[in-house]
């Protein structure tokens, strides 16, 4: 089974997930502001990724939610809100639609929708040698954030990206998100759904959640933090606590 902690002593129980980049040490900035007496966190590290790097695994994101499910099922947690970032998004989504019953709510930030996001020929070039070429991982960061960060910014966040996955799991998971579709179970879904995007990202839009994730669940709101790019957890954690939290609590 994948590693995983929890923190906080809440009766809201919370999966989170974290996204292709890193580990769930993504999440560290957020810790000072969460609310640890109202929720529970459960914070698992996928296959190939930080405290489970040696676990095998087929790394696709089917995989990610049943693993998540069960360490849901080890913590004894029956009922949860599935929350995830990027990559983790799309595992929340596929979460809902494996245990439907179970889920309070979904928080997806900066999500890959459940169609997938499919590579043009030149994505493909820059993706599928990004797992080799430090180059490539600087210029998809700097895409996905506007260019708004200093050198250092994004070297951190490269080095962490080589620190906490291995590069046979970073190229399959970047194939999992780019190329699983399980669209066609998402219409109609009843699940409470918040999707947070940041304005300064150019690949998960605000357009691209009203086509997604607003056409398939009946009760889904978006809502955008204007100066962040695709890492809302690093870029600007204070918000994206408090509009989870608060989207969470009122969903329960």
């Known amino acids: 089974?994948?590693?995983?902690?929890?923190?906080?002593?809440?009766?809201?129980?919370?999966?989170?997930?974290?996204?292709?980049?890193?580990?769930?040490?993504?999440?560290?900035?957020?810790?000072?502001?969460?609310?640890?007496?109202?929720?529970?966190y459960l914070l698992m590290d996928y296959r190939g990724y930080g405290a489970s790097m040696d676990e095998a695994g087929e790394h696709t994101i089917e995989e990610i939610a049943r693993d998540a499910i069960s360490c849901a099922d080890d913590a004894g947690w029956d009922k949860f809100h599935a929350m995830g970032h990027s990559m983790g998004g799309m595992a929340a989504q596929m979460i809902n639609v494996l245990v439907k019953d179970r889920v309070r709510s979904v928080v997806a930030v900066t999500p890959v929708p459940a169609c997938g996001s499919p590579l043009d020929d030149a994505g493909k070039d820059l993706f599928h040698n990004a797992a080799k070429q430090d180059g490539n991982r600087i210029g998809i960061l700097n895409f996905l954030t506007s260019s708004q960060y200093s050198d250092n910014w994004y070297n951190y966040i490269l080095r962490r990206s080589r620190e906490t996955t291995t590069e046979e799991a970073f190229h399959n998971y970047m194939l999992a998100w780019t190329e699983t579709d399980f669209a066609d179970k998402m219409p109609g879904m009843e699940t409470p759904c918040l999707a947070i995007v940041g304005k300064q990202d150019q690949a998960i839009t605000e357009e691209a959640m009203n086509a997604t994730l607003m056409q398939w669940y009946k009760n889904c709101r978006v809502e955008v933090i204007g100066s962040s790019g695709h890492f809302p957890m690093h870029e600007t954690p204070v918000h994206l606590v408090t509009i989870s939290e608060s989207f969470m609590k009122n969903s329960s």
């Open 1 to 40: 089974m994948a590693s995983y902690e929890i923190i906080g002593n809440g009766d809201e129980k919370v999966i989170l997930l974290h996204g292709w980049w890193s580990d769930r040490s993504c999440y560290e900035g957020m810790r000072p502001y969460m609310d640890l007496e109202h929720f529970s």
